[in-house]
Nanobody, 123 residues
């Protein structure tokens, strides 16, 4: 069993920045990929960004390209999401996910999930 613990959410004004962190509990586990998804009130959970653990290749949802950066620290088994130029429409609960996936943006491919962290962007 892999536990994912997220941190770094909060309230920020539009145009501001936040950095989310997600630490995996088992150092012996090297997932194929780790990712961030988000769910806004009244909406379905959606893909934000993912990173392939072995080589660091990244994937982004179109609306966050150029503003968000996903990265990993293999030694700490931790993935980060640096969010810049935040917009009110980025407001959501952000979830970290890990697993051995076929499609990086498909949440059904991820076996492990964090508890979520709230990000609120005020206008």
């Amino acid at each position: 069993q892999v536990q994912l613990v997220e941190s770094g959410g909060g309230l920020v004004q539009a145009g501001g920045s936040l950095r989310l962190s997600c630490a995996a509990s088992r150092r012996s586990v090297s997932p194929h990929a780790m990712a961030w998804f988000r769910q806004a009130p009244g909406k379905e959970r959606e893909f934000v960004a993912a990173i392939r653990w072995s080589n660091g290749v990244t994937y982004y949802e179109d609306s966050v390209k150029g503003r968000f950066t996903i990265s990993r620290d293999s030694a700490k088994n931790t993935v980060y999401l640096q969010m810049n130029s935040l917009k009110p429409e980025d407001t959501a609960v952000y979830y970290c996910a890990a697993g051995w996936v076929a499609t990086m943006s498909d949440q059904n491919d991820y076996a492990y999930w964090g508890q979520g962290t709230q990000v609120t962007v005020s206008s």
